[in-house]
């Protein structure tokens, strides 16, 4: 599968990314990456997510909570989702726990549909050229 998608960053921001412990945050959080994928199936084949985690590096969980664990606790504290995979790990529990909205979840529907529609699934409110001339 080969020219599905393409990746455009500047370099500094892409060695960042690969040399420090957190540097994915760089390209995942905000506008530190642009990915333009030109095939459906490229999304359905989660080749977009794969891509991202080439160009990022994170700590191993078990390794990062052995080096920091008040950090680890702190964080485990505040998120419930994590808590609750964490115990099912330890209580070797099979569980699946959903990450995602379905809604965001859902590939199609930033794909395929239009503004209206993605803003009628997510409950957000319509815009058309006079709403949005208040926000200017």
């Not at 760089?26 to 080439?54: F, H, R």
């Not at 419930?80 to 726990?97: E, G, Q």
Request: proline residues 4%; aromatic residues 10%.
């Amino acid at each position: 599968m080969t020219g599905v998608q393409t990746c455009a960053l500047p370099i500094y921001t892409l060695l960042y990314s690969i040399s420090e412990e957190w540097g994915g945050d760089a390209i995942v959080i905000g506008y530190g990456c642009e990915l333009i994928v030109y095939s459906k199936t490229a999304i359905e084949n989660e080749l977009d997510n794969w891509a991202i985690q080439l160009l990022t590096q994170y700590p191993n969980a078990s390794e990062y909570i052995k080096r920091n664990p008040l950090r680890a606790i702190h964080y485990l504290s505040n998120d419930k989702i994590k808590r609750k995979i964490l115990i099912n790990k330890l209580l070797r529990k099979k569980v699946s726990i959903p990450f995602f909205d379905p809604v965001l979840k859902d590939g199609e529907l930033w794909l395929t549909r239009t503004n209206c529609d993605i803003c009628k699934k997510c409950n957000l409110p319509l815009m058309t050229e006079e709403t949005s001339s208040y926000l200017h």
